[in-house]
C-alpha cells in the first residue's frame, strides 16, 4: 500500500481524488503508465489545509467547499479529516479575499506523517507558498516520506541533496499539466522545428478561474510562473524570443483555463508562417494523469532504494526541472529506459 498525504486541499486535489475513485473502480485515466503498481495500492490517509471551511471536514465533503471550483465528477468516498496546517506565507490582498483562515491551532505535521506510516506527500500548494512548500519538504524529509512539489516552489534546489543522502525520493518542481498551454505550446514548437521551420518568436497568455490564477495576480508570483512557463518552452528552441505567463483572472471561468499562443516562423524562400492557437480545458483534471504516476514512481525508486530528484522523472513531468529535454519524445524515452533499468518493464496506452 502507497499510504499518501496532501498538503493543501485545493482544486487539484479535489481533481486528483476523484480520479483515483475514478480508476479504482476501473474507469480508465487515458496517458498513464502502465506500471507493476495498482491504483488500487493509492491510499489518501492525511491532508493539511488553512482555511476553516476544509479543516476538521472529511476529504470527500472539503473538496467541494469554496474557493474549489472542480466540478463534482465521481463520488469520493474518503472520511480522512482535513488537518489545519501552518500559515507560513503571508495572505495577500488577493489571497485573503478568496481563503477564510482556520483559527484552529496547527497540528504536528511529523507526528501525523509518522502515526500515518505517510509514504508520499503531495505539495498541491499554490504558487507562492514558497516557505510553507520548504516547511513541509523539511517534515517530509523527517518523517521520512518521499515528496512530490507539484508547486513553482525551488524545493529540488533546496532540498535535493538531503534527500539523496537519505535515499528518498523527491520529483519537482511545478508540475507539468498533461495537456495545458505549456505543453501544447512546446509541443507545436517541437513539431515546426521537426519541418525545418525556424522559430523566431512566440507568446502565450493564460487565463482561468480558479485560485491558482488569482494566487497569480499578486506582481511576485505571476513574474516567477512567467519566467518558468518561458525558460521551459524556450528549452524547445534556440534562440527564439518567447514569453509566457498568466495574465488575468475571470471568476466565471472556474476551473477552465483559456490559453492563447501565437508563433512566428520562418520557412522556404524566407518567408514568415504565424500559428494562432485558442485552447480551452479544466485545469484540475490536467494534473489527475502525471500524480497517478508520479505517486507510483515515487514507489518504485523507494523499492530500489533510489533517492533524491530523479532526472529523467523530474524532466519529464515537471516544468522547472534541472534536467531539460529538447523534446516530448526526448523525455518519454529517456523515462522508460530509467524504469528499464530499474528492471520495471513499462507500457504506456498512449
Known amino acids: 500500500m502507497i499510504r499518501v498525504a496532501i498538503i493543501g486541499v485545493g482544486n487539484v486535489a479535489s481533481a486528483f481524488l476523484q480520479g483515483l475513485e475514478m480508476v479504482k473502480v476501473g474507469v480508465k ?18 491532508a ?57 491551532s496547527a497540528v504536528d505535521v511529523v507526528d501525523v506523517l509518522k502515526g500515518e506510516n505517510v509514504d508520499v506527500v ?4 499554490p504558487v507562492g507558498s514558497d516557505k510553507a512548500s520548504l516547511f513541509y519538504s523539511e517534515q517530509s524529509l523527517e518523517s521520512g516520506s518521499s515528496f512530490i512539489n507539484v508547486a513553482p516552489s525551488p524545493i529540488v534546489e533546496l532540498m535535493g541533496d ?27 514548437i517541437e513539431f515546426l522545428q521537426k519541418r525545418g521551420v525556424k522559430v523566431l518568436r512566440s507568446y502565450q497568455v493564460d487565463i482561468g478561474g480558479n485560485t491558482e490564477t488569482y494566487a497569480t495576480l499578486e506582481e511576485n508570483r505571476k ?19 518567447i514569453v509566457a505567463g498568466t495574465s488575468d483572472y475571470v471568476e466565471f471561468l472556474g476551473d477552465r483555463r483559456v490559453s492563447y499562443m501565437v508563433i512566428e516562423g520562418e520557412y522556404g524562400l524566407g518567408n514568415i508562417v504565424r500559428i494562432d492557437v485558442s485552447m480551452k480545458s479544466l485545469d484540475g483534471p490536467n494534473a489527475v494523469q502525471p500524480l497517478l504516476d508520479l505517486v507510483r514512481l515515487s514507489s518504485i525508486a523507494r523499492i530500489r532504494n533510489i533517492g533524491g530528484p530523479i532526472p529523467e ?25 530509467w524504469l528499464k533499468k530499474v528492471m520495471i518493464e513499462p507500457r504506456s496506452d498512449t
Do not use: W
Request: glycine share 6%; proline share 3%.
Open 313 to 337: 522523472i523530474c524532466g519529464t513531468y515537471f516544468k522547472n526541472s534541472k534536467n531539460r529535454y529538447s523534446s516530448i519524445d526526448e523525455a518519454k524515452r529517456n523515462l522508460m529506459e
Open 48 to 104: 493539511f489545509d488553512v482555511d476553516k471551511r476544509k479543516v476538521g471536514k472529511k476529504l470527500s465533503e472539503a473538496i467541494f467547499q469554496k474557493p474549489n471550483v472542480v466540478p463534482r465528477f465521481f463520488d469520493v468516498k474518503s472520511d480522512v479529516t482535513v488537518l489545519r496546517g501552518p500559515t507560513l506565507d503571508s495572505l495577500d490582498v488577493h489571497l485573503s479575499q478568496i481563503i477564510d483562515e482556520s483559527e484552529e
Open 122 to 125: 503531495l505539495n498541491l500548494l
Open 162 to 188: 538531503k534527500y539523496t543522502e537519505r535515499k528518498i525520493p523527491l520529483f519537482g518542481d511545478d508540475l507539468l499539466s498533461q495537456i495545458g498551454g505549456t505543453a501544447l505550446h512546446s509541443g507545436l
Open 223 to 241: 513574474d516567477l510562473k512567467k519566467k518558468i512557463k518561458s525558460s521551459f518552452i524556450s528549452g524547445r528552441s534556440e534562440n527564439a524570443e
Open 29 to 46: 485515466i487515458n496517458g498513464t503508465l502502465d506500471l507493476p503498481i495498482s491504483f488500487h495500492e493509492i491510499d489518501v490517509v492525511a
